[in-house]
């Protein structure tokens, strides 16, 4: 393994870079020969020491993560009796993403961004022990457990646009689309065992263990940021401050038409074409008979994840080295089509392909709008943009959540999904991400 002149453009002060000899790359060479990988695949990303230590660390964190995240709702559910305190946890949970994402992507783009995931994910452990701890009363306290999710959840608004800096600076240009497709595997895969691992943890020991262990498996991140070095982020001494710097995002967004395009096709697809996702328990019931308590509900919800995670994957394999512009327009148009017949079907064996189908386009339409995404950006203004995204694909899901059970009760799940499929119809000829000319990078 030789280090290119391009390479070396990325060596910060301390000469480390992704592409860094080190013993590691040693031992891949001595594994693999001469053996060489298709630019932009996964199994490409995956030969970085430094992505692979971050990408099985955050897996792993992710599983806690999802761990608390299911059991926390069946647990306020179960001491309280009250679906009202539940929606005001996920709201807890989910509205920092909303509105302080900007302000995480912020402190990406001014402070070391390993440091600032050790320092959240060290914020976030111990508020996972605060709730362990509130929850081994027999009358948990609601404030308590309000308070430590919303904390929780401010974490998360600074972590998510700070990895998502991260995530390019550790594989070389050529292979971000495979390192994306694996980021997207990982948030899938973990949401699929993290909940498994959870309720055989609450059911086997109780239900502190389960946010014991998430705390736990915060250290999994926290270890992989110890264990590797960044290429330093070249800062703009001219940059603005204040307000100015806090909207660097956004002026970005509005310079650079692939990348507003990107974020604006990603919201209006979060914001009404998900709206099912939040509704999943009330499709199974209305639409296919299937009780949301049962295990043929868990097969379905797992169908729709396995798609996901085939439909992520599927960027960095053997879709690699296609147009993502293309891909991105023609997954729109298979999701509509897949939603429309998963709305349609009232059959459980046909219920269960046509999830799988729907999470498939799903995240394979994300994962590329992603990777333009990323491969768009300007270093000194990533994380501000990353933060853009977050909101756009994770804090609206707490607005959708909230219009779809309005809108499912003034009309009926399938149409609210129907709505989505022409939504997604519409967004077709609007995500026009076909390149133009760089402009000149905004400032910050």
């Given at each position: 393994m030789t280090i290119s002149a391009d390479d070396t453009a990325d060596l910060g002060p301390e000469g480390n870079s992704p592409n860094d000899l080190c013993w590691e790359d040693a031992e891949d060479a001595l594994l693999e020969g001469d053996r060489t990988f298709a630019a932009g695949t996964a199994r490409a990303a995956l030969r970085y020491p430094t992505f692979r230590t971050v990408f099985f660390g955050a897996f792993l964190s992710n599983i806690g993560s999802w761990m608390q995240n299911i059991v926390l709702g069946a647990f306020a559910f179960k001491t309280t009796g009250s679906p009202v305190f539940?929606?005001?946890?996920?709201?807890?949970?989910?509205?920092?993403?909303?509105?302080?994402?900007?302000?995480?992507g912020t402190l990406a783009d001014m402070f070391d961004r390993r440091k600032l995931l050790i320092l959240v994910s060290i914020e976030q452990t111990v508020f996972a022990l605060g709730i362990a701890w509130i929850a081994t009363s027999p009358n948990p306290s609601r404030l308590g457990l309000f308070g430590c999710t919303l904390a929780i959840g401010i974490g998360q608004a600074v972590y998510a646009p700070t990895f998502g800096s991260v995530v390019p600076q550790l594989v070389d240009k050529k292979d971000l689309a495979g390192a994306v497709s694996?980021?997207?595997?990982?948030?899938?895969?973990?949401?699929?065992?993290?909940?498994?691992?959870?309720?055989?943890?609450?059911?086997?020991?109780?239900?502190?263990?389960?946010?014991?262990g998430n705390a736990f498996s915060y250290l999994f991140i926290i270890g992989a940021m110890l264990l590797v070095r960044l290429p330093e982020v070249k800062r703009d001494p001219t940059a603005p401050t204040g307000v100015r710097r806090l909207l660097g995002g956004f002026v970005a967004a509005r310079e650079d038409h692939v990348v507003g395009r990107s974020l604006l096709t990603m919201t209006g697809f979060s914001l009404f074409c998900l709206c099912f996702i939040t509704q999943m328990p009330t499709l199974a019931e209305h639409n296919l008979g299937i009780d949301p308590k049962s295990g043929q509900y868990g097969f379905l919800y797992a169908s729709f994840g396995l798609g996901a995670v085939i439909g992520a994957?599927?960027?960095?394999?053997?879709?690699?080295?296609?147009?993502?512009?293309?891909?991105?327009?023609?997954?729109?148009?298979?999701?509509?089509?897949?939603?429309?017949?998963?709305?349609?079907?009232?059959?459980?064996l046909i219920a269960y392909p046509a999830a799988l189908l729907v999470g498939f386009f799903y995240f394979g339409t994300v994962t590329s709008l992603a990777t333009v995404l990323q491969v768009r950006l300007d270093e000194r203004v990533r994380g501000r943009v990353m933060a853009l995204w977050v909101m756009a694909f994770g804090g609206t899901v707490s607005v959708a959540a909230l219009l779809s059970g309005y809108a499912v009760d003034a009309t009926s799940i399938t149409i609210v999904m129907l709505v989505g499929a022409a939504v997604a119809v519409a967004l077709i000829p609007f995500a026009n991400l076909r390149d133009r000319p760089s402009p000149t990078p905004a400032p910050g």
């Open positions: 539940v929606s005001m946890l996920t709201f807890a949970q989910l509205v920092p993403l909303l509105f302080l994402s900007i302000v995480g694996l980021n997207s595997v990982n948030m899938n895969l973990s949401r699929v065992i993290g909940p498994a691992i959870g309720v055989a943890i609450y059911a086997a020991f109780g239900v502190s263990w389960v946010f014991i994957l599927s960027i960095g394999t053997f879709l690699s080295g296609r147009s993502l512009e293309r891909i991105t327009r023609i997954g729109l148009g298979g999701f509509a089509t897949a939603l429309t017949l998963f709305a349609a079907v009232r059959s459980p």
